[in-house]
Each structure stands twice: as C-alpha cells, then as structure tokens.
C-alpha cells in the first residue's frame, strides 16, 4: 500500500513558508482565533508549538507522522503534524485497531517545518531525512490497543 498522499506537501519557494513566519503572513490574529485558519479545531500540542516557533523560532519543535509498520522514516517533503491526535486520525486504517498504522515522531527545528497558511494541522517537511525512527503505537480512548503493543507516547 503506497503511503504517499497528494496534493503535495508545502514546499520551500512554491506555496510553502516555515511556521516561524506564520504571525508575520497571517498576522498574530492566527494564534487568538486559530478555528478561523485551521480545518475545525487546532488542538492545544499544536497552538503551543506554534506558540514555541514564534517565540524562538530556532527551537525544535515535535513533529508526526502515521506511516506503514517499519518504514521509520520522515522524509524532506513529507507531510507532518504538530499533533499526536492529528497524527493517529490518520493512523487509522479501518475498523480494527490492530489494522492501525504506527506514528513516529523527531523533534526537529521550527524552520524545517513549512505551511501553505490554509490549515494549523497539516504541514511539509523541509529538513534532512530522518530515518531509524521507532514505530509507536498510540492507545485507543477505550482501551489497550489489539496489536498487542505496550507502546505508548510519553511527553
């Protein structure tokens, strides 16, 4: 099953700018009402590491992916979350947990991680491959995961 998604994720000199810039292109209103620039909410993980990107805009933020089991890898282009929860919305494959795709996740610098302005829960990639990163499962609201998996994010 091929991974990939299009349309592409934002890119450097096309559509894309590093989530540091996002007041100056959006204006600061975007951090006070960020429902009126992201596709319905933008949870609290993103708004602070938005937040964290502004402030210090070389400082590292978290960034996630759902991806097949073993692949391990966030590649320049990719598209990525701020979000643990984005990240296993997407993670989910059908209706058996065990059927769930893992995450992986780096911390990365805020610089490397672009938007198109249109939404706070999707974004591109722009840094070096990251590669060996470890698959994580998160654990279903209603229970432990079917996959057998004691895996879980700790912050």
Not at 33 to 43: A, I, K, N, Q, S
């Amino acid at each position: 099953m091929h991974y990939a998604m299009s349309p592409r994720a934002p890119r450097a000199g096309e559509q894309g700018f590093a989530i540091t810039e996002l007041a100056s292109v959006l204006g600061e209103d975007a951090f006070g009402h960020p429902r009126e620039y992201g596709f319905g909410e933008c949870d609290a993980e993103t708004m602070r590491q938005l937040v964290l990107a502004r402030d210090v805009p070389d400082g590292p933020v978290r960034i996630y992916r759902a991806l097949p089991p073993g692949l391990g890898e966030i590649n320049s282009g990719d598209w990525v979350t701020l979000s643990k929860d984005f990240a296993r919305q997407h993670a989910i494959r059908d209706d058996f947990i065990a059927h769930d795709w893992p995450i992986v996740y780096a911390d990365v610098p805020a610089r490397t991680v672009l938007t198109d302005g249109k939404y706070l829960d999707q974004y591109g990639y722009a840094g070096q491959s990251l590669t060996g990163l470890e698959d994580h499962v998160v654990e279903d609201e209603a229970g432990p995961s079917d996959a057998g998996s004691d895996t879980v994010y700790d912050d």
